[in-house]
């Protein structure tokens, strides 16, 4: 959750089925749209730029996470460096819009561990004003489908800090397994931070996927 793929460099109900042939080289030319209830999660634009900084950049939301960019120009840059990443095939990153906004207000990304995402580790950062709305649970629905259905990802990997109750919570309640504590494995404004260590297995979420209403165009 909190190791998100910042470069410093960067300045610092219905569910429609994707076809494995499709997920096998379609993600990478362009991320496909995944509409849920409330929220749409589509591929990052320049213009999300301005938004991702306002709602990202902030105490509460950056306390947990790596250094976000520091201005728009920044984000800009990283929004263009997860494009790079999703052509190479190591990294979705999905922008969250919640119904009735244009720009994203939060990101999910989903990188590589191993090649060909049988194993995947999974991060997310959303705007304070979003948190306890239900934005989180929808849009973790849909990215854990993606993975799953379209990069054929075996087990996804999250990782929070034992200290960041929020996020351990909302892990725990889509349906990830709490596996161990990784003792001093994050720093953080020059201190190490234990963190848990979190997994979601292909067929424990195919048992139990809760099935949203989801569109993919």
């Not at 997920?23 to 213009?47: D, F, K």
């Not at 950056?62 to 728009?72: E, G, K, L």
């Not at 259905?149 to 919570?169: T, W």
Request: glycine share 10%; with cysteine; aromatic share 10%.
């Amino acid at each position: 959750m909190e190791k998100m793929p910042f470069r410093p460099d960067l300045d610092l109900g219905l569910r429609i089925p994707i076809a494995a042939d499709d997920g096998a080289t379609g993600w990478r030319a362009s991320l496909p749209v995944m509409e849920g209830g409330s929220v749409t999660l589509r591929e990052l634009r320049q213009e999300d730029a301005p938004s991702l900084l306002a709602m990202l950049t902030t105490e509460e939301v950056a306390r947990f996470m790596s250094p976000p960019p520091t201005d728009v120009q920044g984000f800009e840059r990283f929004i263009a460096w997860t494009r790079e990443e999703r052509a190479a095939g190591r990294l979705a990153c999905f922008g969250v819009v919640p119904e009735g906004y244009n720009e994203a207000i939060g990101l999910f990304q989903v990188r590589q561990l191993e090649p060909g995402f049988v194993t995947a580790e999974w991060g997310v950062a959303i705007g304070s004003a979003f948190w306890g709305t239900g934005t989180y649970a929808e849009s973790a629905t849909l990215v854990a489908e993606f993975a799953f259905d379209m990069l054929g990802v075996h087990r996804l990997e999250a990782r929070a800090a034992v200290i960041n109750g929020r996020a351990n919570g909302a892990l725990q309640k889509i349906g990830a397994v709490q596996e161990g504590v990784l003792r001093r494995s994050f720093l953080k404004n020059g201190q190490y931070l234990d963190q848990i260590l979190w997994s979601i297995l292909r067929e424990d979420w195919l048992r139990s996927r809760p099935g949203p209403r989801v569109r993919i165009h």
